[in-house]
């Protein structure tokens, strides 16, 4: 039985390590041709692990992994060197992957960066994925530190950048590949248990709401701080596109609106400061002829989540 995902990455030694008992991760000093990746750090090899396994331990104290994100033990990321792990649970087996979804991003003309990617294995009801780190910093850590005009103008970069997108359209909601679009926001919450994400019941969904559906325009459905890298004043790159897809025009705004997922997670913050960016991208969109349906969406999704 595969192991937790929070607990995916264990120690053989100080320069090697087993990921999912699947997955052989070595670090050399020397630079090498040969190697997956190479930074300041080492040269990184990637090998299916071979059974019997080495025998292995929790990651020690003096590990170089450093774990960023820890959903509910269905996603886990790790940064190590210029590296990040990210290993996730395949809950809708329909659904577009990431890794997919960034390989077709890599090949259209893009004003921002999408993470580089390294090495991918799908296995065991889950995924491996192995990227470059984002230069800059989050919006999440920028934020605090920026003066008015510099927030203005993270806005206004992410606004640019949905229209962007936009430009891509389809004539069904699902992933780049017409696989599932696996925005849980886009099926009622009083449903969890059957969740339909085809693109009939996606756009009946849709319909009810009282979004126009007669086209679908790309959007990564998940623009939140932490998933937007900012170098100085600049966006220069965007992560995690597991939830991207082809959407109703309304839903680029709407989602703004309705997800505090895209909040600012402060504890000691007032809700004013939690939503600030939100409600400043909802507000610019409105303003470039984004629609919304916030409060029908709120109504006919039974959530409380605002």
């Known amino acids: 039985m595969p192991c937790p995902v929070r607990d995916s990455i264990r120690e053989i030694d100080d320069n090697s390590w087993l990921i999912g008992d699947i997955i052989l991760l070595s670090r050399q000093s020397l630079p090498s041709p040969d190697a997956t990746w190479t930074d300041a750090t080492g040269s990184y090899y990637i090998a299916k692990a071979q059974h019997p396994l080495p025998a292995s331990r929790p990651l020690s104290d003096t590990t170089p992994f450093k774990k960023v994100y820890d959903a509910g033990d269905s996603t886990a990321v790790w940064i190590f060197g210029d590296a990040v792990c990210k290993v996730k649970l395949v809950n809708i087996p329909g659904q577009t992957r990431e890794y997919d979804t960034l390989n077709a991003l890599r090949q259209r003309p893009l004003s921002f960066m999408v993470p580089e990617m390294y090495y991918y294995i799908e296995c065991d009801g889950r995924?491996?994925?192995?990227?470059?780190?984002?230069?800059?910093e989050t919006l999440f850590q920028a934020w605090p530190k920026a003066d008015e005009d510099t927030k203005q103008g993270y806005v206004s970069q992410i606004v640019d950048i949905c229209k962007e997108l936009a430009t891509w359209q389809a004539d069904s909601m699902?992933?780049?590949d017409g696989k599932y679009l696996s925005d849980h926001y886009l099926t009622p919450s009083w449903n969890r248990n059957h969740k339909d994400f085809t693109p009939q019941a996606l756009k009946k969904n849709c319909e009810e709401v009282g979004m126009d559906c007669s086209a679908f325009f790309f959007?990564?459905?998940?623009?939140g701080p932490e998933n937007i890298f900012v170098d100085a004043r600049r966006i220069v790159g965007i992560i995690d596109w597991e939830t991207a897809g082809f959407v109703p025009k309304h839903w680029i705004r709407?989602?703004?609106?309705?997800?505090?997922?895209?909040?600012?997670?402060?504890?000691?913050?007032?809700?004013?400061?939690k939503v600030d960016w939100r409600r400043r991208v909802q507000g610019e969109l409105g303003d470039h002829g984004y629609p919304q349906l916030g409060h029908e969406w709120m109504a006919w999704s039974g959530c409380n989540d605002k």
């Open 127 to 136: 995924y491996y994925l192995f990227l470059r780190k984002m230069p800059g």
């Open 174 to 176: 699902t992933g780049f």
């Open 219 to 223: 959007y990564h459905c998940d623009l």
């Open 254 to 273: 709407t989602k703004f609106c309705v997800s505090s997922g895209l909040n600012f997670d402060l504890l000691d913050a007032d809700e004013d400061a």
